[in-house]
């Protein structure tokens, strides 16, 4: 058998540049909020897979059922008849869904894939072409959706043109919009509704607007929940000019944040919902869900996708599903969070470190921890400055690699993000923001 060293370095040589790493190493088992590197070191997970492991690795009621299932039948083809576990999953998420009316699903693979499906729904049953997504967004890597991102200029850098049609609002975020953090959030509400009443008066006019695509929780942009105020201003303008809703909660959703989704807490009707990550626990799956009302429009054979809604991927989601219920998640999630948020203030109210860090926002197990500009007075807009050496979060996340956490980095901004598992123990949330504060402290020292 080859050793750790020469697999990794194997890997170096021959899997594309493309990719980026949080960890030079292979990634040989999983369990629970626990993945074993190939050289042997035990890592506490707060990525899980970038939001999707929400069970914890290798939950063994969703393997099973993925096993069980492919000694069944693996791959019954979406456009070729139904297959059980596809219509067990809407069983599971009709009750699940944030409004009643969200009654139309169709599953594909990945959340890129969900945001394509909802461009082509949106323009078809609309007849308009234009998109509008908002500053920060993150949708996706195919070119539909990556024309809607708007996180970083690395996912398109080179590759332009993307997609036509697309118009770009500010998001609700303080530090973007140029407001002090204390504005309260009608107020960050009214200036972004504002921008949307003039981005439909001057650049696209609403009888050409398909549809406007917001993720409630800004993702890769930052960690940012919406306020209630923008998305019932958002409903109320899309309901005046007949532009759909689109709800992108591909990270947010599935009990990421408390509720099932986070659009649940401001009570507003998407016309468009999606949902991946979780779904499925680590098999590939997302959905598009819709009303008949909207779907019924379209033409058989208009959607579709070889792999879409693979019965492996759809068995896995439904003993997720049960597990959720089963666990009681959400629970978790809540108790989880307050634990989460006092540990990260309490780095705030450290002497030694309360001016490294500018904010801890965002809601449930979908948290971060965004570091101030050495002076300590606003955000730390390191790429304002390309001579910085290298970036604050990034060494912070180094640094608990090296302490045995795994952790992300997220936005332009200097962000570490939390999101484990979604049933983490409170032993080890503890143990990783111990880790965590530990890895601030030397490297803002
Ligand atoms: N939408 C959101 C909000 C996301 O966070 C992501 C993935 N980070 C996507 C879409 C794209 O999903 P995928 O990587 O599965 O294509």
Redesign the pocket.
Known sequence: TQSHASLVEFGQKHVTKGLGRVVEAVLQKGEGSYVTLGDGRKMLDFTCG??VTNLGHCHPKVSKAAADQCMNIVHAQCSIGFHEPYLQLIERLLPMMPHPSLDSFFFW???????EGAIKLARTVTGRQNIITMQG??????FG?MALTKSKTIYSEGVHPLMPGVFVLPYPFWHQLGVPADTPSSKIAELCLNQLSLLLAQATTPKDTAAIII?PVL??GGYVPAPTELLQGLRDICDKHGILLII?????GYGRTGKNYFIEYSGVRPDIL?T??GLANGF?L?GVISRRELTDKLKPGSMGGTYAGNAVSCAAAVAAADVMKEEKILENVNARSEELFSALNALRSNPKLAPAILDVRGKGLMVAVEFASPTGTGPYDTFRNPSVPEKLASRVAKKCVEKGLLILTTSVYEVIRFIPALNISKEDLAKGCKIFAEAVEEVVR
Do not use: M
């Open positions: 970038i939001g693979n990945s959340g890129s894939e969900a945001v967004a993150y949708h996706g890597r195919t959706a993720e993702g890769e992108d909660e591909v990270q947010s999606l991946a990550k590939p997302s």
